[in-house]
């Protein structure tokens, strides 16, 4: 029987990428803010649902209306909901940080509680994949709000880990650099800014979603069953090594 994957995030270039990953083998479960763009991208394909999954409320609402529809609880889920502000701290207004992390950890925390709660309800084992960030682990300038909110995330998806471990349910994260999606589109917006990004990574270029996808897809399948608490890093050894200086 084919497993439910619910997405988030679903528009934005890591969700569509996750949902073309996991379309064979799975039912797919959709969220967006925006009920229109899904219906533009996946046209009466999927369970799509309208969903702002920023506030709890939010995110219960996705597994309430999967529930009034009648539909099984997934249990699998990939949280694709992100966005990138970049500035100094004594720049950052509060708002750009709040939307910050609102997007990038409070989503998080809010949908994976909402997924938990609904696979212990159902007394179903699981598995989750969430997104951090190479700015998570290791100092890069500007990046401070995205640092604290995917910092966060990590050390969430550790603790949540511990805690539902006895009931089969697993939870990782994947950790990529810079990458070609739309919410990068500003980075890369020059030749001249492209190649200085690209040049940044040890192994030097600009990350694909459709890569980060299939390492997130990896996590979610049974052949990850013994993989729970960890964060991969994607990200051309951006974190963990240094590059060679020509």
């Known amino acids: 029987m084919e497993k439910v994957a619910l997405i988030t ?3 934005g270039g890591l969700g569509q990428a996750m949902a073309a990953q996991l379309a064979a083998g799975h039912q797919l479960v959709l969220v967006s803010r925006d009920a229109a763009r899904l219906q533009q991208m996946y046209g009466d394909d999927h369970v799509q649902i309208e969903a702002d999954c920023t506030s709890l409320a939010g995110a219960d609402a996705v597994l309430q209306q999967l529930e009034s529809r009648g539909r ?3 249990t699998l889920l990939a949280h694709c909901v992100g966005n990138i502000r970049l500035g100094a701290m004594h720049r950052m207004s509060e708002a750009d940080f709040m939307a910050c992390m609102q997007a990038n950890l409070f989503s998080a925390y809010f949908m994976l509680a909402a997924f938990l709660k609904a696979l212990r309800v159902a007394k179903q084992p699981g598995a989750a994949v969430l997104v951090s960030s190479a700015a998570a682990r290791i100092g890069t300038p500007n990046h401070e709000a995205i640092a604290a909110a995917k910092g966060g995330l ?3 998806v550790r603790g949540a880990a511990a805690t539902y471990a006895p009931y089969q349910i697993r939870i ?3 950790a990529p650099g810079l990458m070609e999606t739309p919410a990068a589109s500003a980075l890369l917006a020059s030749e001249a800014g ?3 990004a690209a040049r940044q990574y040890p192994l030097a270029g600009i990350g694909q979603p459709q890569e980060l996808a299939s390492l997130m897809a990896w996590l979610l399948s049974e052949q990850a069953a013994r993989v729970t608490g960890q964060v991969w890093s994607l990200d051309g050894g951006y974190a963990a ?4 200086v020509k």
Not at 241 to 244: D, S
């Open 172 to 174: 990782n994260a994947v």
């Open 72 to 74: 099984p609880v997934p």
């Open 154 to 156: 990590e050390a969430m």
């Open 194 to 196: 492209r190649e200085l």
């Open 241 to 244: 090594i240094r590059p060679l």
């Open 9 to 11: 995030g679903a528009c």
